[in-house]
C-alpha cells in the first residue's frame, strides 16, 4: 500500500514537522528590540517551564517594593487586596489583607450628601491609583503616563526579564550620545531613552525577611510580583496542564490500541 | 454488527428507538450519514483526520465563545476590563478565554492542513467543485469571524489592526471612504464598530454551521476522495465509517487535543501579540501592526505591492483564485501521488505560504519584503501557470486498477 | 493475528481483547468529556469578586433607639431596626399569638433590641414599609401583608416570616452580615 514511502512522509512526520515550522518560525515576532536597545537576558525564574510555580516570599518582597516604591506614581487597578490572599499568590492570610487593606484610603460615595468621600480600604477594594484620571497622571509626570502595572508583564515580550533588567539598566549613556531634557538613558528601554528616572537606589525598601535590599534584588522582586499580578492564575493553569496531558496521553494511547485492533481485519 | 447491510439489530431493537425511529429517523440517518451504513474508501489516511478536527474546533468555539459572552461587555470602556474580570474573577474564566483565543488559532492549523490536503490529493476536481467552493466560503467566514473576535478584547492590537484593515476599503475607487465610514459608524474605529463587530462576531459561527452542513451534505454525494485519487468501484473498495474512521478520528482528535492543551496550558500567549494586553489608546500606534499569524500570509501579498487598491486587490484575489482551482488545474489524473512534477510543485507552493507568512510578520522592509514579493509572485504562479501547464506536460504515473487492487495483490503475493 | 477472510466483516465473532479496549477507551474518553464540562457549568456560579460583596459590615452606634436603617447586602434590602422595649415586649407576647409561621422572637434576634432582617416580603418579593399596619411592624403595599414587631407574618397572602439573614455581632455596636 504505501509504495510512495519513500517520497512522501508519513502524515505523523509531515504533522510534527509543519508544527515544529510554524513554531520555530515565531510568526507572533515582530522585531523585538526597536534601535538600540538591548534584549533583556534571560533570568531563571522560580515560575518558568512546565512545573514552574511563584515563591511566595518573592512576591512579598516584591509587593513591599511596588507599594512603597511604585504605587507612588503606578496604579494597579485590576488587584484588589483580597487578590493577596488567593491561592497562587504571596499568600498573605484573610486577617493580614484586612488590615493592610484598611491602611489603605479608599474613595467610595456618593454619601447622602452627594459628595465623594474618602475610607479606609477593605479586602474587595481594588488598589488605589496614586492619580484620579491619566490627564492627572500626565501633569504630574512631565506629561509622560506612569502606566498602569497590572498586567506590564504581559505585555512586554519577554515581560518579567524585560522589567528586571530594565529597572536595574539605567547607566552612563555612551560617550557621545544626548540624552534628551527630561528623559533618562537606560540600556533596555527601546530608543535607549525612559522617561522614568531611574526608581530603584540601594536600600530604599528594608525588607521584612531581612533580604539585602540592592537595586538588582529589588528590580528583581518586583518583575517577579508583576508576573504575578498579570497572570494570578499561573499556578492553577500549570498544575491543571500536567492532570490534562497526562489523561490526554493515556486517552489517545487506548484509542490508537483500540483503533489498531478494530483495523487489524483490514490491514 | 452482524452483517453489512442491516444495522446493528441491538440498538436498534431497543422500543425507546424504534418509537423515536418510527416519528422521526434521526438515529438511522445518523447511521447512512456517519455510522455503519456509510461507505467510506478504506485507504484513507491520517490526513483525512483534518475535516471532523475542524468541526470540532467549531464546536468548542461556539461553545467557548457562548459562555465568555456571558461576562464580557462590548463597550470600549468596560471591554478590556471585562476580559480582565474573566481572567481573573470568574471560575475558570482563565481557562476558557485560553482555549478560545488559541481554539482560534488551532482551528486555522487545522483547516490549511485540510485545504492543503485538498490540493496536493484533488479534491477539488469533478464532481466534488462545489464541495471544494463551499469550503472556500467557510475559511472566509472564518476569517472574517476572526478578524472581527480579535478585535473584541479592545487591546492595541484589537484597535490598530481593525483601523488597518477597515482603511483598506478607502482603496475602492469612488465609494471607498463611504464604505469605511460606514463599516466605522464614525470617523475611526470606535464604540460603534466594537459592538457591531460584536453582534457579528456572535452571527456568523452560526452561518458557518449552515455552511458547514452544506459542505457534509456535498461531500456525501459522491463521497471522500481518498490519497489515490482513483473512484470506489464497489463495495470491495469500502469499509463503514463507524467504527473505522470514528476510532480513527479518536485517534486525531487525542492527538489534537495534546497540541491544543500545550498551547493553552504552558504557552498560552505565544501565538499572541503582548501589545494587545496594552488597552486601546487612538492615539499612540504601535511600532508593528501585526495581525494574528494565520493572517500573516495575506497580509504580506498586501504590503507586497505599493499601491494600496493594487493591494487589496492582490490579497483577495489569492482566496478568489482558490474558486478557479477545478478548472485551472488541467491535469486529468487527481492524486499528487500520481504526478511526479505536481508533487514537488506543491511542495514548494507550502513553503512559498510558510515565506509569506514569515514575510508579514516582519517589518515591510528589506530582506523580508523581498521575500513576500517572490512568494507572492510564487503564489499566483502556483495556480495561474504551473497547474494548468503542469496538467497539460506532465507524463502522470500508472494509476492502480482500483483501490482494493493494491491489497488483493499483496495478499495473493502472501 | 488476524487469520479472517479478505472480506472482513466488522467484528465477526468480536475477540473479547478488542472490545475490552474500546470499551476501555469510550469509558476515559466519557470522563474526560464530562471533566472538560465543568468549567463550563461552574463559570455560571458567582464569580470571585461577586463573592468578595457577600458579607457587609455595618456600624451600629449611630442608629438611635426606635431607629432602622436599610442597607443594600447581595443586591437586596437588609432591614436593621433599633427597636424600643415596647416593641420587644409585644413581640415577646406574641409568641402565643395565632400566627401563620410560628417563631419566638428571642429565636429570630441576637440581642433583643437589635431586628435584623431581610427587606424582602415573602410573598412575591416587594419591600414592605417600616412601622406601618395593623401589628406595630411592617405593611407590604403590594398584597397587603402585615408583618409584627418581630416580623413575623401576621396578615395576608405572605406565607412565611421575614427571614433573619446569617449574621454576627462584631463588637456591641458592629455587625457582619453574611
Request: hydrophobic share 45%; charged share 15%; proline share 8%.
Amino acid at each position: 500500500m504505501r509504495k510512495d514511502f519513500v517520497t512522501m512522509p508519513s502524515a505523523r512526520t509531515i504533522k510534527a514537522l509543519a508544527v515544529a515550522a510554524v513554531v520555530a518560525l515565531g510568526f507572533n515576532a515582530p522585531a523585538m528590540a526597536a534601535g538600540d536597545a538591548e534584549h533583556p537576558p534571560a533570568v531563571n525564574w522560580s515560575f518558568n517551564g512546565p512545573f514552574g510555580t511563584f515563591d511566595r516570599a518573592e512576591l512579598q518582597r516584591g509587593y513591599q517594593v511596588y507599594k512603597e516604591v511604585c504605587s507612588a506614581c503606578h496604579s494597579m487597578k485590576f488587584i484588589a487586596f483580597r487578590n493577596l490572599a488567593d491561592p497562587g499568590g504571596p499568600g498573605f492570610t484573610a486577617a493580614e489583607v484586612k488590615a493592610l487593606a484598611a491602611t489603605f484610603e479608599v474613595t467610595d460615595g456618593p454619601n447622602d450628601d452627594g459628595e465623594m468621600f474618602k475610607r479606609p480600604g477593605l479586602p474587595q477594594d481594588k488598589f488605589p491609583s496614586p492619580f484620579p484620571n491619566e490627564k492627572a497622571a500626565r501633569a504630574a509626570n512631565g506629561g509622560a503616563y506612569p502606566l498602569d502595572l497590572s498586567l506590564i508583564a504581559k505585555a512586554r515580550p519577554q515581560g518579567p526579564d524585560y522589567i528586571a533588567a530594565l529597572l536595574a539598566g539605567y547607566t552612563q549613556p555612551p560617550a557621545g550620545f544626548t540624552v534628551g531634557e527630561g528623559l533618562h538613558y537606560n540600556k533596555y528601554f527601546s530608543g535607549n531613552q525612559i522617561a522614568m528616572p531611574a526608581p530603584l537606589n540601594p536600600d530604599q525598601v528594608t525588607y521584612a525577611d531581612g533580604t539585602k535590599a540592592t537595586v538588582e534584588q529589588m528590580a528583581h522582586d518586583v518583575a517577579a510580583y508583576l508576573m504575578w499580578t498579570a497572570e494570578p492564575k499561573l499556578e492553577e493553569r500549570k498544575r491543571m496542564g500536567l492532570k490534562v496531558m497526562i489523561f490526554l496521553v493515556v486517552l489517545t494511547g487506548l484509542f490508537l490500541a483500540a483503533k489498531k485492533r478494530i483495523w487489524k481485519d483490514i490491514h | 454488527m452482524a452483517n453489512n447491510n442491516a444495522p446493528t439489530s441491538g440498538f436498534f431493537a431497543n422500543p425507546v428507538v424504534k418509537w423515536i425511529e418510527y416519528r422521526l429517523p434521526v438515529f438511522s440517518t445518523l447511521d447512512h450519514m456517519v455510522g455503519t451504513q456509510y461507505p467510506t474508501p478504506k485507504n484513507l489516511n491520517y490526513w483525512w483526520n483534518f475535516g471532523s478536527l475542524a468541526g470540532l474546533c467549531l464546536v468548542v468555539q461556539i461553545l467557548t465563545g457562548i459562555v465568555l459572552v456571558m461576562h464580557y461587555t462590548p463597550h470600549t470602556s468596560m471591554a478590556f476590563d471585562s476580559v480582565e474580570h474573566i481572567m481573573r474573577d470568574v471560575n475558570y474564566g482563565w481557562l476558557l478565554r485560553y482555549i478560545h483565543a488559541n481554539g482560534a488559532s488551532m482551528f486555522f492549523i487545522v483547516v490549511y492542513i485540510h485545504i492543503f490536503r485538498g490540493l496536493y490529493f484533488g479534491s477539488y476536481k469533478s464532481p466534488r467543485e462545489l464541495l471544494w467552493f463551499l469550503g472556500v466560503i467557510i475559511l472566509l467566514l472564518m476569517m472574517a469571524t476572526a478578524f472581527m473576535g480579535y478585535v473584541l478584547p479592545w487591546g492595541q492590537m484589537s484597535f490598530w489592526g481593525a483601523t488597518v484593515i477597515t482603511n483598506l476599503f478607502s482603496a475602492i475607487p469612488v465609494v471607498g471612504e463611504h464604505v469605511v465610514t460606514w463599516l466605522w459608524g464614525g470617523f475611526a474605529v470606535d464604540n460603534p464598530t466594537l459592538n457591531r463587530f460584536f453582534s457579528l462576531h456572535y452571527l456568523l459561527p452560526f452561518v458557518i454551521v449552515g455552511v458547514v452542513i452544506l459542505h457534509v451534505l456535498a461531500l456525501h454525494q459522491f463521497g471522500s476522495n481518498n490519497p489515490l485519487g482513483i473512484d470506489v468501484k464497489g463495495p470491495q473498495d469500502t469499509i463503514p465509517f463507524h467504527p473505522y474512521y470514528t476510532i480513527k478520528d479518536a485517534v486525531g482528535v487525542g492527538v489534537f487535543l495534546l497540541l491544543f492543551s500545550f498551547f493553552i496550558f504552558y504557552a498560552p500567549n505565544y501565538l499572541g501579540h503582548p501589545d494587545n494586553y496594552i488597552p486601546a489608546n487612538p492615539l499612540v500606534t504601535p511600532a508593528h501592526i501585526v495581525p494574528e499569524w494565520y493572517f500573516l500570509p495575506f497580509y504580506a501579498i498586501l504590503r507586497s505591492v505599493p499601491d494600496k487598491l493594487g493591494g487589496v486587490l492582490l490579497m483577495f484575489g489569492a482566496i478568489a483564485i482558490l474558486f478557479l482551482l477545478p478548472w485551472l488545474d488541467t491535469s486529468k489524473v487527481r492524486s499528487a501521488r500520481f504526478r511526479p512534477i505536481y508533487k514537488q510543485l506543491s511542495w514548494v507552493f507550502l513553503i512559498a505560504c510558510i515565506g509569506l507568512g514569515y514575510s508579514g510578520g516582519m517589518p515591510a522592509e528589506g530582506l523580508p519584503l523581498v521575500i513576500g514579493r517572490i512568494c507572492t509572485v510564487y503564489y499566483f504562479l502556483h495556480f495561474l501557470v504551473v497547474m494548468p501547464l503542469v496538467g497539460w506536460f506532465e507524463k502522470p504515473t500508472k494509476l492502480p486498477a482500483s483501490i482494493s487492487e493494491p491489497v488483493l495483490k499483496t495478499q495473493a503475493a502472501e | 493475528m488476524a487469520g479472517t477472510a479478505p472480506h472482513s466483516q466488522a467484528g465477526n465473532a468480536a475477540p473479547t481483547r478488542r472490545d475490552f479496549i474500546v470499551i476501555t477507551a469510550s469509558a476515559f474518553g466519557a470522563v474526560g468529556a464530562a471533566a472538560a464540562l465543568w468549567p463550563f457549568v461552574h463559570q455560571m456560579n458567582p464569580s470571585a469578586d461577586v463573592l468578595a460583596l457577600s458579607s457587609t459590615e455595618l456600624d451600629l452606634s449611630h442608629i438611635a433607639v426606635g431607629q432602622s436603617v436599610t442597607v443594600l447586602w447581595r443586591g437586596k434590602p437588609v432591614f436593621v431596626r433599633h427597636r424600643t422595649p415596647a416593641e420587644i415586649e409585644q413581640a415577646r407576647k406574641d409568641d402565643t399569638a395565632a400566627l401563620p409561621d410560628p417563631a419566638k422572637d428571642e429565636t429570630r434576634v441576637k440581642k433583643p433590641e437589635w431586628l435584623v432582617m431581610m427587606g424582602v416580603c415573602t410573598h412575591l418579593g416587594c419591600v414592605p414599609l417600616g412601622q406601618k399596619g395593623d401589628f406595630g411592624g411592617w405593611f407590604c403595599p403590594c398584597h397587603g401583608s402585615h408583618y409584627d414587631t418581630s416580623g413575623r407574618i401576621r396578615k395576608g397572602p405572605a406565607p412565611l416570616n421575614l427571614p433573619v439573614p446569617e449574621y454576627t455581632f462584631l463588637s456591641d455596636t458592629r455587625i457582619r452580615i453574611g
